[in-house]
């Protein structure tokens, strides 16, 4: 029997998650934080009475991992209420008026009360299984030396997986809300009231906690899964991917936000910075040096033992270069048929019809919940490497058809292939019918997702990855590590790495006239290359944040309205239900293009954006309950 390990569990593993979760993640907050569920131990003695049964333990505490896209309606998967915060970024815009994102953020009526009443905030600190995972991965380490019927040696590589689940649910947590509480065991509340003085940790104690425990695992894992453990086992945590989420963590805590000679906000409460929970307490160099060390690290292993990098294209055509970028996110890793992907998650759900109750991801993208930006699509370069440029009439006549592939897997724009056919956005086309005239549904801005989505018919029946690291990522970590470090050729060299794997020429060729010694003009390349590689994989957001860009988060977004010409250039009004399919004539090639500024579902940001919404509230049930979180700045 194959068992995907960081899938809801099914078949003969359903009974024993559903016995393992009933008895021993019942989780509270509070004055209960943390605390064992009564009888526990006993639970506990069956558990780890069989190698069998703690393994399965374990399978049922991967599937408690970060799975980013809205899958089903309950308190976790439903994310933001079908929608997701990259929405918040400058690249992607929510046309749902019913998400999250419209509910909370856009209108400018969030705050800490929302974490206590509303399950649909970007990131709820008790509401995503963070926590669960936590304990469970815990009371896993402190038992599975017991088991009788299994080898030493797997014992300590699970206990090395079990540090890493941990590891990630904190980066998931922090990138969040900034330092913790750390939590280093699994408490019994009836034996230990220690956890009453777990007050909330510095953001340097908190990042030495996330990859102290990364550097254990890395010193037991294997480097990558063996050829004959990848159909069963892929998922399963490496050294690769310990080393590669260390990358990611060094790199955000490095960045701006945290590491500053000023804290993000100065509003009160300053509790948070004064503790130094919300920031480094000043400029300190040597953590990009650490980003840097733990980037060389990475490599230096990747050269020496293989199994990983980028997937690269069979030939060099469009068609093998966005093959190539699509399996890099999409398909199975492990170092195995993905060579790409060190952490994945999946969830079990699949849905054979766009419109099934339970499986939602299609029906949040079909009502406007994901809608690109013209901003974002202008990030795409041509073909060759070279910015695209409005002024450029060239330029203009090849929008869609002599871009950088990954805009076509990313983006669906007019004229591409879809369903067996073009998709029609050009006003009156097919798709244009919920679009940017009404500013609504699926195409509101003029154009649609494609990455994950697909065509839908090509993604049904079949679990949806969630590339939650591939190497493409580190390679960029690595370029702006090289930045900060004044080491210019190597850092554009790894940016040409990636570049390279989709046919671009390098940075340097295709921007001649940029001086790239200039660190800020080299810092727009990195971010530029990181939104148009890592689209909507929840990198975007992260990095305005990082890097505090208010004037990202400030900018008025636009979409473009896209005019079907006739042969002496006059609009055609027609609209494609006009006539029948095999009447309508040969696809239209030409188009006159119109931006227009987001009107439907403003942001308030766009005109009161506040440094405060860097991080987010805790719940203010939490803060009361003064067991030392202290709450942050601004809410």
């Not at 304990?135 to 030396?145: G, P, S």
């Not at 090395?160 to 590891?167: L, N, P």
């Not at 060389?296 to 997937?311: C, I, M, S, W």
């Not at 810092?523 to 939104?531: D, F, G, I």
Request: net charge negative; proline share 4%.
């Amino acid at each position: 029997m194959k068992i995907n390990i960081q899938s809801t569990l099914i078949s003969l593993t359903i009974g024993m998650a559903i016995f393992c979760s009933s008895c021993v993640d019942d989780l509270k907050f509070g004055d209960s934080f943390l605390e064992k569920a009564p009888g526990v131990d006993v639970t506990l003695d069956s558990v780890f009475a069989k190698a069998e049964n703690a393994r399965y333990f374990l399978w049922d505490t991967y599937g408690k991992l970060y799975y980013a896209l809205p899958v089903y309606w309950n308190d976790v998967d439903n994310k933001m209420n079908m929608g997701m915060f990259e929405t918040l970024s400058d690249s992607w815009h929510s046309h749902l008026s019913w998400d999250g994102v419209n509910r909370s953020y856009y209108n400018g009526t969030y705050n800490a009360n929302r974490e206590d009443t509303s399950n649909d905030t970007k990131f709820g600190f008790s509401k995503e299984n963070t926590w669960e995972a936590i304990r469970k991965a815990w009371l896993f380490i402190e038992n599975v030396d017991r088991v009788p019927d299994m080898q030493q040696s797997e014992k300590e590589r699970l206990k090395a997986e079990a540090k890493v689940i941990v590891a990630s649910r904190y980066f998931d947590m922090f990138r969040h809300f900034g330092g913790l509480p750390i939590i280093d065991k699994a408490y019994d509340f009836s034996l230990d009231e220690s956890y009453y003085q777990t007050p909330r940790a510095t953001v340097e104690q908190t990042v030495e906690f996330m990859t102290t425990l990364l550097d254990d695992a890395s010193n037991v894992l294997p480097w990558a899964l063996d050829e004959g453990e990848i159909s069963n086992w892929d998922g399963r945590f490496t050294k690769a991917a310990a080393m590669g989420l260390k990358c990611k963590i060094l790199l955000f805590a490095a960045s701006p936000l945290f590491n500053d000679s000023e804290p993000y906000s100065r509003e009160s409460p300053q509790d948070a910075v004064t503790n130094h929970s919300v920031w480094y307490g000043g400029y300190q160099p040597e953590l990009w040096e650490q980003t840097l060390e733990a980037c060389e690290d990475f490599f230096r292993e990747v050269n020496a033992q293989g199994r990983y990098g980028l997937v690269q294209p069979s030939a060099a055509t469009p068609s093998a270069y966005r093959e190539a970028f699509r399996k890099a996110y999409y398909t199975r890793g492990s170092g195995g048929d993905n060579p790409e992907l060190l952490i994945s998650t999946r969830v079990r759900y699949t849905y054979g019809d766009d419109y099934q109750w339970n499986y939602y991801f299609p029906q949040s993208v079909m009502n406007g919940a994901f809608t690109p930006t013209l901003e974002y699509v202008d990030m795409f370069p041509l073909s060759d490497g070279t910015p695209f440029d409005w002024n450029n009439p060239d330029h203009v006549d090849v929008i869609f058809s002599d871009r950088d592939p990954r805009l076509f897997e990313t983006i669906l724009v007019n004229n591409a292939s879809y369903q067996g056919r073009q998709v029609e956005l050009w006003i009156g086309g097919r798709e244009a019918q919920q679009g940017p005239k009404t500013e609504q549904g699926q195409f509101a801005t003029g154009f649609g997702l494609y990455k994950f989505i697909l065509d839908f018919s090509s993604a049904r029946n079949r679990p949806t990855l969630w590339p939650y690291l591939r190497i493409a990522e580190i390679h960029l970590i690595y370029a702006e590590a090289l930045m900060m470090a004044g080491r210019t050729d190597e850092a554009i060299n790894e940016i040409d790495k990636v570049r390279g794997r989709v046919g671009l020429n390098g940075l340097r060729e295709s921007n001649p006239g940029i001086d790239y010694s200039n660190q800020s003009l080299l810092l727009e390349a990195v971010l530029n290359e990181r939104a148009c590689e890592l689209g909507f994989e929840d990198v975007r957001f992260f990095d305005l944040i990082r890097h505090k860009r208010a004037q990202d988060f400030t900018k008025v977004l636009h979409g473009l309205r896209i005019y079907r010409l006739d042969e002496n250039g006059n609009v055609v009004e027609v609209s494609w239900s006009d006539k029948p399919a095999n009447e309508r004539g040969p696809r239209p090639t030409e188009f006159r293009y119109e931006k227009f500024q987001l009107e439907n579902s403003r942001r308030s940001w766009w005109t009161n954006f506040n440094s405060k919404w860097y991080l987010s509230a805790f719940p203010t049930l939490e803060v009361n309950k003064d067991y030392g979180l202290t709450q942050n700045p601004g809410w």
